[in-house]
């Protein structure tokens, strides 16, 4: 079994429409819990970090279950602009650094 | 600002050769990091360094070393090229290791015929 796994997708949306991510981990030792996003053939780039709180950027809200294990995304009013791989990253520093990545769900919003 | 920049952009090897990957930022980071990513598999960690001076294996050492020149500057050498080593390598920086985000550079897209 992965340490981090994600559904892969492809999710197809229209536009205006609300998609839900989820990203389940099996190391309860995970410290700190992050969403990026990647563009087809570019790098990743950090679209928020994910506290227990929940946090929310604009048309984004993340939030993290660590009963549970698991972090999710959601994405409000979706964007033609959206379409991307959404990976979810985990990093723990106990006996030793080490920084999962899922290996990503797609998303393609469609007009 | 450039942030992480990486050369070269592509490249092509013939098994058996050798090169080496270099990565800079400019934010002034300690902690600096080498990937690869093969299709369909996360981003899956080579080596890292944690601060200048000291280098660390990630999950997927074998067939690699690295060099942290200096704060700015990290390098990843193959020394004899696989074809199991055809991938996109994308160098990273943080501030510090575990609990900040890491900022990426544009990949380097290597194939090893």
């Known amino acids: 079994r992965k340490e981090v796994e994600q559904d892969p997708g492809p999710f197809n949306v229209p536009e205006g429409a609300t998609v839900a991510f989820n990203c389940t981990y099996s190391?309860?030792?995970?410290?700190?819990f992050f969403w990026y996003r990647q563009d087809c053939r570019k790098e990743p780039k950090l679209l928020m970090s994910?506290?227990?709180s929940g946090n929310e950027d604009g048309r984004f809200t993340a939030q993290l279950n660590r009963a549970s294990q698991y972090i999710s995304l959601l994405i409000r009013d979706s964007k033609l602009s959206d379409s991307a791989t959404y990976l979810c990253?985990?990093?723990?520093?106990?006996?030793?650094?080490?920084?999962?990545f899922g290996a990503g769900t797609r998303l393609f919003v469609k007009a | 600002n450039a942030g992480v920049t990486q050369t070269p952009k592509f490249q092509v090897l013939k098994t058996g050769q050798s090169m080496t990957l270099q990565c800079a930022q400019d934010?002034?980071?300690?902690?600096m990091y080498w990937y690869r990513q093969d299709p369909g598999m996360g981003l899956r960690l080579i080596y890292y360094s944690a601060s200048e001076g000291t280098t660390d294996k990630g999950e997927v050492p074998n067939g690699y070393n690295v060099s942290r020149l200096n704060k700015r500057e990290f390098s990843l050498r193959l020394e004899s090229a696989a074809p199991s080593q055809t991938s996109v390598y994308f160098c990273?920086?943080?501030?510090?290791?575990?609990?900040?985000?890491?900022?990426f550079g544009p990949g380097t897209r290597l194939t090893v015929t």
């Open positions: 994910v506290y227990s």
């Open positions: 990273a920086s943080s501030e510090t290791v575990s609990v900040y985000e890491q900022y």
């Open positions: 934010m002034n980071h300690n902690s």
């Open positions: 990253v985990v990093n723990r520093n106990t006996g030793g650094f080490k920084t999962i």
């Open positions: 190391n309860s030792a995970s410290q700190s």
